[in-house]
């Protein structure tokens, strides 16, 4: 099955900057997705990125704040902007990589803002 | 919108059978699937059922009743290493790739 590199794999940022988070695929797959996840909780889709066109963004995520590029079929990042304490969680990239919705996961960015 | 129910939590001892029950309302049916997760690590897929039935994987398997809107993961044989969180997760809609995910069960297996 594919494989999905993500990182950093974890970080400590102070408020008010920005983190870009990248994700890189061993193969190529027309869609990936960028998952957010507290601790012990589930798993919120934040927006779907498809090469060459815009991300669409689920409700409560806006492009201002979690600005996403997909220059290629096999890389995307997500970048979280102007952060706050709020914004500390687990970030997951993912893509359908097998049939029968058989995604697979990025090994998750864990994000604290101080 | 989808949503599911899942018990939040299910602790079952090594070597015995556990089934993790997910309930779900959805506008439309497009398939059930499962994933787990360790503490610390990605969700990982296990199962996906769009026909009524059981289908099983090895010590895995999981059943799926369109008409009761109700699928279970059961799990057999269970093992130490099967403590992890389990989700279930439908897709967002018709032709939709995007999943939505329930809140998850964590398992608890002990000696």
């Known amino acids: 099955s594919a494989v999905i590199s993500q990182k950093p794999s974890r970080d400590i940022c102070q408020r008010g900057t920005s983190l870009t988070i990248q994700c890189q695929v061993d193969?190529?797959?027309?869609?990936m997705f960028w998952y957010r996840q507290q601790p012990g909780q589930s798993l919120t889709l934040i927006a779907t990125a498809n090469q060459g066109s815009e991300a669409t963004y689920e409700s409560g995520f806006v492009i201002d704040k979690f600005p996403i590029s997909r220059p290629n079929l096999t890389f995307s990042t997500l970048t979280v902007s102007n952060m706050s304490p709020e914004d500390s969680s687990i970030y997951l990239c993912?893509?359908?990589?097998?049939?029968?919705?058989?995604?697979?996961f990025g090994s998750g960015t864990r994000l604290t803002v101080v | 919108g989808q949503s599911l129910e899942q018990p939040s939590e299910v602790t079952a001892v090594e070597g015995a059978i556990v089934q993790i029950n997910c309930t779900y309302q959805?506008?439309?049916?497009?398939?059930l699937s499962w994933y787990q997760q360790h503490d610390g690590g990605a969700p990982t897929f296990l199962s996906y059922?769009?026909?009524?039935g059981l289908e099983e994987t090895g010590r895995f398997s999981s059943f799926l009743s369109r008409s009761d809107s109700y699928g279970y993961l059961l799990l057999q044989e269970l093992q130490m290493k099967d403590s992890a969180s389990y989700f279930c997760?439908?897709?967002?809609?018709?032709?939709?790739?995007?999943?939505?995910f329930g809140k998850g069960t964590k398992l608890s297996v002990i000696p």
């Open positions: 059922n769009a026909l009524d």
């Open positions: 193969s190529q797959v027309t869609m």
């Open positions: 959805t506008s439309g049916f497009y398939g």
């Open positions: 997760a439908v897709p967002l809609g018709a032709g939709s790739y995007q999943l939505t």
């Open positions: 993912s893509a359908p990589t097998g049939g029968n919705y058989g995604y697979t």
